[in-house]
């Protein structure tokens, strides 16, 4: 079946841009995970959606990040006034539902590669 | 709050050798352990991961990983490598859901190991 899906694949900003990169979940997948992988950081959580639940944003770098999720598949992460220190790999992960006792396996996307000029 | 510690940033080795990729980890609970690998110019793909019980996992390309909770370690080792094992190698921690609080199921994942398999 389809993996996780990202588009663009690749986004080339200026500064002070805002950017949107969406993720299309594995379908029957309730759990969104959002992570950046950039050459400082190595790879950090950012955001996570488990259906209908509030969620979890307690990796989200700044207010100028923000994410969504529609009628719990598509998600859309923004960056609004996008800085240098933005550019980074933005992975999408998602699973059957957020981690249970089975560990469940989160599947990646191919990532968004961002970078702001 | 967890992290991951992988001692290696690049392991050089020669095809049918034996390798060790090393992983520790801190956190006040337990911890559900996780190997990601990431080929060239490919996503991260799930090599192999513990939850509980055996405390040796194994992947089906022949690949094991050994959880050890007074090191706090979750070394990865393969007997004999081949070029295609050429990747980059993410050990991570997550949570399980007994731990309590919010933040089960989110990865926390190590800087990386690059794997470069000469011929």
């Known amino acids: 079946g389809a993996g996780v899906s990202q588009s663009p694949s690749n986004k080339v900003t200026e500064k002070g841009k805002d950017v949107e990169l969406r993720c299309d979940p594995i379908s029957g997948h309730t759990a969104l995970y959002w992570y950046r992988q950039s050459l400082g950081q190595g790879l950090e959580f950012l955001i996570y959606f488990q259906g209908n639940s509030a969620p979890d944003k307690s990796g989200l770098p700044s207010d100028r990040f923000s994410a969504e999720r529609t009628g719990g598949s598509v998600s859309t992460l923004t960056i609004q006034r996008t800085q240098q220190e933005d550019s980074a790999v933005y992975l999408c992960a998602s699973s059957l539902k957020r981690g249970g006792r089975r560990g469940e396996t989160q599947y990646f996307g191919p990532g968004t590669r961002l970078l702001v000029l | 709050a967890q992290s991951v510690t992988q001692l290696d940033s690049q392991v050089p080795v020669f095809e049918e050798a034996p390798v060790e990729l090393r992983c520790n980890y801190s956190?006040?609970?337990?911890?559900?352990l996780f190997w990601y690998v990431q080929y060239p110019n490919q996503g991260l793909q799930l090599l192999l991961k513990?939850?509980?019980?055996?405390?040796l996992v194994e992947s089906i390309n022949g690949f094991e990983a050994e959880f050890n909770k007074s090191q706090t370690s979750f070394h990865l080792r393969k007997p004999s490598v081949h070029i295609s094992d050429t990747a980059e190698y993410f050990c991570a921690v997550s949570d399980p859901p007994w731990a309590g609080g919010t933040s089960y199921g989110k990865l926390t994942f190590g800087q990386g190991t690059i794997l470069t398999v000469h011929p």
């Open positions: 513990y939850l509980s019980g055996s405390t």
């Open positions: 956190s006040s609970v337990s911890v559900y």
